[in-house]
């Protein structure tokens, strides 16, 4: 098993560019989430997806767009990239969402020039 | 808004020593409390907690719950260098049909030799 798996784990954009991260579970988990990790800030919970099919907003959605292309896999897509969106991202995914442990991926270092 | 503030912030101990991290929260429907490792890269699942006064323990880790006084430690007693690294803690709450995470900003453990 892999786990969580993402992709790519390192991009640098200009503004105004866009890109999609990918993240993958072979774990059968029905929930997935998309953090963003800033210095001093602490995991931050972008957009969530509690079972496939649906998708709800998290703390800080703006800026992102999400899709749940299947139970396995839910991208995260930036679609005109600002400097402020600069910021490790992190995938994670959960048997269910409630009372659940989550289990991250290896996270996405992504620069916006 | 839920809030999780963990003390300190950073620590520096011999190894041998013994620490208590702190994580206090105030959170609106809690559902559980969970403790993450971060070494440089993805977190890693340590501990979920539930219920008061019940001690989760896995090796030289513990941690235990006080859902009256809203906080929760994680003690490491005789540090290695291995457990260098971030803990974090969070706080699962429900939500309108949903559950969200809401991580503290970390302690950043660092053990000497």
């Known amino acids: 098993n892999a786990g969580v798996t993402q992709t790519p784990k390192f991009q640098v954009l200009k503004t105004g560019q866009s890109m999609t991260l990918q993240c993958a579970q072979d774990m059968n988990h029905n929930s997935m989430y998309w953090y963003r990790q800033d210095p001093g800030m602490g995991l931050r919970l972008i957009y969530y997806s509690a079972s496939e099919g649906t998708t709800d907003k998290g703390e800080v959605p703006n800026g992102y767009n999400v899709s749940r292309l299947n139970k396995r896999e839910f991208s995260l897509r930036l679609e005109s990239a600002a400097p402020s969106q600069t910021s490790v991202y992190f995938c994670?995914?959960?048997?269910?969402?409630?009372?659940?442990?989550?289990?991250f991926g290896p996270g996405t270092r992504l620069t916006v020039t | 808004e839920d809030k999780v503030v963990q003390s300190p912030l950073s620590l520096v101990v011999h190894e041998g020593d013994t620490v208590t991290l702190n994580c206090s929260y105030e959170v609106t429907n809690f559902r559980s409390l969970l403790w993450y490792k971060q070494e440089k890269k993805a977190p890693t699942f340590l501990f979920m907690l539930?219920?008061?006064?019940i001690e989760k323990k896995s090796g030289r880790l513990s941690s235990i719950l006080d859902k009256k006084e809203l906080f929760s430690i994680l003690n490491i007693t005789a540090t290695q260098t291995g457990d260098s690294a971030v803990y974090l803690c969070?706080?699962?709450?429900?939500?309108?049909?949903?559950?969200?995470?809401?991580f503290g900003k970390g302690t950043k453990l660092s053990v000497i030799p």
């Open positions: 994670a995914s959960s048997f269910y969402e409630g009372a659940y442990e989550q289990y």
């Open positions: 539930t219920s008061s006064g």
């Open positions: 969070a706080v699962e709450a429900a939500g309108a049909g949903s559950y969200q995470l809401t």
